[in-house]
C-alpha cells in the first residue's frame, strides 16, 4: 500500500501499528536464532523500517546483539558469577571497591549485589573500623568453585 497525503490519518495510525507489532513479533523470534542469523536479520529489518521508526527499536536491537557475548552469559550473570569467582580466588578478604574494578562495574552496582550474595548466605562482611571486608563462607566457596568450573569448560 502506497501512503499519499490524501491518505486518512487514522489509516497511516493503522499501518505503524502494524509495522510495530510485526516487528515486535520479528524481534520475539530473533532470540531463537544463533547470533550471526540475528545480525544479518537485525540489519535486513532496519532497512525495511523507515528511519524515524528505527529510534524505537534500537534498544532492543543492543539487547539482541549483545545478549550472547559468550557462552558463560547464557547460564549465568555475568557480574555476580565473576565476582564469586575472584573472592575464591584470592583467599584472603577483599574491600568492596577492588571487587568492583576487577570485575569491572560501578562500586554501587557491586554493593547491590553483594548484598544480594549475604541474603543468600554465600559472602560475609566483616567490619574493621570503617571498612567492609568481604570474605566467602563455605557454601559461597563450594558455589564459586562450581561456577569456575562451568566457566572453564566453556572457554
Avoid at 529510534?55 to 549483545?66: P, Q
Avoid at 557454601?139 to 564459586?144: L, N, Q
Wanted: aromatic share 12%; charged share 30%; hydrophobic share 40%.
Amino acid at each position: 500500500m502506497k501512503l499519499s497525503v490524501t491518505t486518512p490519518r487514522y489509516l497511516f495510525r493503522s499501518v505503524n501499528l502494524i509495522c510495530y507489532s510485526l516487528v515486535n513479533h520479528l524481534v520475539r523470534k530473533l532470540y531463537k536464532l544463533k547470533y550471526e542469523l540475528r545480525y544479518i536479520a537485525l540489519r535486513y529489518i532496519f532497512q525495511v523500517i523507515p528511519s524515524e521508526k528505527t529510534k524505537y527499536f534500537f534498544s532492543i536491537s543492543l539487547k539482541i546483539k549483545y545478549k550472547m557475548k559468550d557462552n558463560f552469559d547464557i547460564f549465568f550473570r555475568r557480574k555476580p558469577a565473576l565476582m564469586l569467582v575472584a573472592l575464591k580466588k584470592m583467599s584472603k578478604a577483599r574491600y568492596g571497591s577492588l571487587l568492583a574494578k576487577e570485575v569491572d562495574c560501578t562500586y554501587s552496582h557491586a554493593v547491590k549485589i553483594l548484598q544480594t550474595l549475604e541474603e543468600l548466605k554465600l559472602v560475609d562482611f566483616e567490619k574493621k573500623g570503617r571498612i567492609k571486608l568481604i570474605k566467602l563462607t563455605k557454601k559461597g566457596e563450594e558455589v564459586a568453585e562450581d561456577i569456575d568450573s562451568i566457566r572453564r569448560r566453556l572457554m
